[in-house]
């Protein structure tokens, strides 16, 4: 029920963002840029501040309406790690209305004192910390957000609860200037979705009305297959219309994620080759250097095939190959993105490889093998890494192989996905020194080296014609001040100012795990008899790389800093 909807809402908030930057680091940082590769004075200077201009005008900014937010899990790790700093960083980014409250529910019996007092020794903790830049904690902001919390203890599976809840919210609905509008947010585990949104529904909590926009924030993991997910979406749907349900995937609060639609439909020179005649291959990796960590009862039953594909590798995958949509709108992106995963072939065993790690070296850190981590079977059959090969049936895709990994323990974190092109034909150099042709590669660097960079041939001065492999680089560091973040500002923003976009719907979720479930069933009917096959602080299992040997390629290197990365043939 929103009574403002934001199309180009990504855009238009991108744009405004980094012309802030460059307020904040001026001269502006595209000016330096030029300047030092020649005259400030150039003509891509010039084009680029008046570029900035244009754009500042034409994005007004944007504030949500009086809002009260209600966290049930308010006790809980994510509210602890993510909701509140986000919430802190938007007070200091000026993002949330004077008319914000926050409600936190849980099953601890304490004081709202209590809870802010714990809040408060995280978040002190969460500012020395700072993304890398230790600084102080920033008093004014977290006070203004403390003066508007408000702890509630509760059980999520008691009606009583709501019926406390509902009091709570008409008493602050009188300190909103009469509007009542309620993002509640689920940080509960998944077997709670469904149960607290029909209790909301019960307890007439989801009624909307033109003052009273009603949302829900729905955490992962959303199913644990096709057919749970399939059931919680007709089970929340029975109680919410799908455009009061904001079903998370953290992937999309990353910038350098939200980047890929802008790198790829507003820049004129990359669509053109954007397809099967100039595409040879893709590749995905998300790479991680933590282990289950104290996560073993969860992962056992999750394994790295549900917790890393169909949402998050496959959201990158829906990015980066997805057709353009018609606008910005929400419904536009998603929907474009649903074909996507839609016309993913079933995956077979042959085309996946799964992998579990034993003990190893990790940074310099001697770390234990997964199954003997706290909660893991002894002879767990649960994989810690996969890599698949995936076919896309459509016209831009058709036998373009997209080979996407992931996997805990390996050798440096890194996310990122290179697009690889065709090879130019040969026949020029067949009488030169010159032996092969390196392909280009554009990388997409997701994290945590943020920026992109563009491989490609170049002549080594000198008498003969030699080849060299040669890389232009964009980092965002070098142009964009770093924006303070956990990852998940944007996306409560974002459903304050109701706009979906960066969100899964319904049938989004569904063809991710679709997509997935025959691997899922075939997994499940064969333990794997090599586990564990990959030593912790490795690059994954042996079988990973001859699932793209056998097609002639190789993997790219997993390395967190690119700019000391060799170039891979
Ligand atoms: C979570 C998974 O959804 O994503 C974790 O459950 C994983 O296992 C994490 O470590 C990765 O996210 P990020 O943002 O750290 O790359």
Known sequence: ???????????????????????????????????????????AATIAAEAAATIAKSFPGRRPAP??????????????????PALYNLVRGGKLPEGFALIGIDRNDETTEAWCGNLTNMIQAFARAGGGERQALDEKAWSWLIDRM?????????????????????EQSGRQGGTA?????????????GPVIEQLGRAGLTRQSDKAWRRVIVEKPFGHDFASAEALNTQILKVLSEDQIYRIDHFLGKETVQNILVLRFANGIFEPLWNRDHIDHVQITAAETVGVEARGRFYEKTGALRDMVPNHLFQLLAMIAMEPPISFDADAVRGKKTELLQAIHPISPENAVRGQYGAGVVLGKNVRDYRHEADVAPNSGTETYVALKLGIDNWRWAGVPFYLRTGKYLSARTTEIAVQF???????????????????????????????SLSFSAKRPGADIEIDGVEMNFAYRDYFAPLASVGYETLIYDCLIGDATLFQRADTVEAGWRAVQGLIDAWAGASAEDFPNYAAGSVGPATADRLLARDGRTWMPIRADHRHAERSA
């Open 1 to 43: 029920m929103d009574a403002d909807p934001q199309p180009n809402a990504l855009v238009g908030k991108m744009i405004r963002r980094a012309d802030k930057d460059r307020e904040a680091s001026a001269p502006s940082s595209l000016l330096k840029s030029a300047a030092s590769h020649g005259d400030a004075s150039t003509p």
């Open 67 to 84: 809002t009260t937010m209600v966290v049930f899990g308010a006790a809980g790790d994510l509210t602890k790690r993510l909701v509140a």
């Open 150 to 170: 408000h702890y509630m203890p509760g059980d999520f599976t008691q009606a009583e609860t709501y019926g406390r809840l509902e009091k709570l919210l008409s």
């Open 181 to 193: 509008h309620v993002l509640f947010y689920l940080a509960v585990a998944d077997r709670f979705f």
């Open 422 to 452: 065709r090879q130019a034909p040969y026949a020029l150099f067949r009488d030169t020194p010159v032996e092969r042709l390196p392909p280009n590669i554009l990388m997409l660097r997701i994290q945590p080296d943020e920026g992109l």
